[in-house]
């Protein structure tokens, strides 16, 4: 493996050049600053191949994914993105594969303005594990602690494609070529929503990305928080693509418990609700309000405004269309 | 594999607690802060199992070098490392290997008052990535690009054991059980010279940790700073182990070529020569003067006051007994 050849055609030569990069690819570190009235948010996530993309998954994908779902957790404090450190495991060096991968990646960290200013390159079962960084204002971010009792809950585009795209995947249970195509595009390539994620960054109250799945990510908010919350399943958005291919219990419960959405769910005061509301109506995807948070310690749900039960476990994974299953963010 | 609690038993009650670290682990991303006049540098290091450590590898010795070869990319910097972020992916949860892992990673981390600030843990082959940060008086770090010729080039510690281990550990080429003792401790227990590299930020012209070898990082000082380089063979460090277990022509081979010894090298002009090396004097490891930097573009070496040929790939990796084999900053 020519190595430096690799690293120096691949991942030196990338677009975004950063004024707060100091010093970036090629040194034992990389060097930047942040100004005096910001903070720094920081997030890693994992990519493993098998585990959280099918084997097959076109490299294009993989790159775009492995940014775009730490680009999510840095929406979801409601950060401009900034910085990324890339390591990546290959088993072997295939030069179609990295310019795949990176075209991917990078078409992303250049609509953003992120400069990937280090990593690592090492041979071994493929994975890729990128650390992220935003700026935000001095303090300003949103955490998932903040819901009060009475907090509206919303989340950006729709739920559940990317699990029924990878339920797909694994069983086939798909006929139409045209629903095939775009819940698979919602699983391989999500959106993170990051310009959402710095408007909300005045009003929500709490907010967190959908990976685990809606039930189990409004979980962490509850927990969090210290709040219950009801979800009302008529007001969860489902695409077109769901709607037609799927019975509602189906694809209710893709939305709750499928994971791997990248959307934003958030909780915003009576007060701030109009607000936010207008703050996000050109933003670039739908919101929905989907419920209320409560005091209770629970989350319950209700449809045709009835209780309808779900399972006990709510602050836990739910394991039956869970998609991309075992990754946790500590 | 019940996640949370897995997470939060490992990682969210180490004993680290900085000031600068507004929100730890927990939420979508952490939060921290640098002073107006710092400089943040950054660092990604991977470690996958069976490459860059033997299988059978203590989950204590694989804690401590993950962690620790993270830091000495710090220490290279000149910089006082402060959060690491640490994504590691297993085959399975295992209660008493994530003990001992923890017990090598954090140890460390409490000795410089480094603070876990996030992750990810997935499902997979065993691999550790760390991205570690690390502060810095504005815009003052040391990198590979200053040295000019008629720079003095010294390293710190010894060289060679690292590799002496593994080769040992492929072929059982030792015989005397205190040797392999002390040279395995070497390869799994590296110490990264933090607070040496920090010493050398106001005197050093450049500097690179000893990850792939003295040859292949002298390399990369030479080509970043457009010097060529001599370094006396008589004059490297080599350790008692070394010099009682292998031939001088073997013990050189393995300074020159084998990697993983996680010293510093760095280049000081004659002017800082005093003052470097009276400010390094108590700074817990020896330095030793190896040889010099010069006008041409090559490396080249001495021995006996002769000059001895070596390969003439010099600036890139050479293999004989390179420890580990295929991991590439960038």
Redesign the interface.
Known sequence: ?K??E??KHF??EQAVRRKDV??G??????????A?N???????????????FPLGTSPKAIGHKAVAVNLS??A??G?EPS?I???I?LPEVNDDWLTEFCTGAFELCEYYNVQL?????????L?I?I?A??L?P??K?L???GAKPGDWIYVTGELGDAALALQHHKEQVLTDNDIIEQVQRKLEFPKPRVLMGQSLREYASA???ISDGLLADLGHICQ?SNVGANIVLDAIPLSDAMNKSQLFDDAIDFALNGGDDYELLFTVSEDNKVGMETALAHAGAKITCIGQTNSSQTISTTLNNKAVPISSSGF??FSSKKAA??????
């Open positions: 493996m190595e430096f690799l690293i991942f030196t100091l010093l690819i090629g040194d034992d570190c990389a060097v930047v600053s942040s005096a910001q903070s720094i948010v920081v997030t890693t996530d994992t990519l493993v191949a098998g585990v959280h957790d840095i979801a404090m950060a910085w450190s890339l390591a495991t200013i280090g990593g690592d390159t090492t041979q071994g079962p994975s594990t650390t960084q935003g935000t001095e303090g971010y955490s998932r602690s907010a967190i990305d969090a836990q994974h299953s075992t990754d946790n963010n500590i």
